[in-house]
Each structure stands twice: as C-alpha cells, then as structure tokens.
C-alpha cells in the first residue's frame, strides 16, 4: 500500500519565443527550450500522478509535459511504495557488540548467497525488521564470510534463523519457513 508523500505544484514554464530571424538556425528553434517542456526524471520507486491529458512519454526514461496542453500550472503527486529496512549484516569482529551485547531481542539469519532457499527468506526477514522495528534487531551473517559463528551455534544447514535475548541463544529455525512460524518464534520473546 502507497502512502502520499506530498504533494507538489509546478507552474509552467515561461521563455520568451525566439523570432526568426535569416541568421537564427533551425535547429536552435527546435530546441527543448522554445517547446517550452519541462523535463522530470523517472525514478524507480515512486508514482507520478499527472492528469492524462498533460502527459506526454517521449523515448528514454523522462516524463515530458508540455505546455501547450499544460494548464498554467500542473499538480504533480508522489506516492512512495512501502519502505524496507535494509538487515545489516555482522561479520566476526562485530558479532558481541551488536548482538551479544544487544538490550533488545536479535533476530540473526545465517545465510549463503549460492543458497536458493536463502534467497526465498530475504524478502519475509526484511519484512519483520520492518514490522518489529524498535522492538526488534535484525542481523545476518554470511557463513561463508564468517564460519566461526555459524559453528560456534551449530548451524549446519541454512537458512537458519536463531533469535538471542540477552546474549543467548533461545530458539533456532532451520529453512525457508512462513513469516508466521517466525512472527510466532519472535512474540515469544518480545
């Protein structure tokens, strides 16, 4: 679900029409400047809401609105899709101070980038990262990066979730499961 981000109003833009004249090229009066069109860039991520009939695509990735078909001014809106928490990874050097050390419950994914299942849990832990945020930490480790911790807590098959509150271990999830059977192993813990 979108939620509005603002909202904007761009009046159109005024430049003064050049006059024909035997030295002025042709080409200079075709430039983008005496259509007299503003040029957005596409950005990946957001909606743009522009009346239909102001809108123009032309090739490449900008939006045109031009202002012959422009009222004297267009109201763009932004809509930003749902946010995600990036899950910062920890490596072997900051494994006790963000997790041993946490005051809160850490939620830890032992992961490989060659594992498919891996792959298929990403998106359900940045999911909760996002959901649990403030009540909730959310690591992963990289086991081909950091061996030592996934033997040090007997990882031998991953993905493998295990939730630590204050500095233990208290509840390991081996593969790729459903976001409930890891919201219900959290709420233990909260």
Known sequence: MATLLGSLTVPAPT?????????????????????????????????????????????????????????RAARI?????????????????????????????????FWAPWCG??????????????QYTGKLKCYKVNTDDCPSIATQYGVRSIPTVIIFKNGEKKEAIIGAVPTTTLTTSIEKFL
């Not at 990946?44 to 695509?57: A, E, Q, Y």
């Not at 930003?80 to 990874?89: D, F, G, L, R």
């Open 15 to 71: 430049f003064p029409k050049p006059k024909p004249t035997t030295t002025t090229p042709l080409s200079a009066l075709a430039s983008p400047v005496h259509r007299r069109s503003l040029r957005l860039p596409h950005v990946k991520g957001l909606k743009l809401s522009v009346n239909s009939s102001t809108l123009n695509r032309s090739p490449g990735s900008f939006l045109t609105l031009t202002s012959s078909r422009l009222s």
């Open 77 to 109: 809106v932004c809509e930003a899709q749902e946010t995600t928490v990036e899950v910062a990874a920890v490596t072997d050097a900051t494994w006790k101070s963000v997790v041993l050390e946490s005051e809160s419950p850490v939620l830890v994914e």
């Open 117 to 130: 299942p891996c792959r298929m849990i990403h998106p359900v832990i940045d999911e909760l990262a996002a």
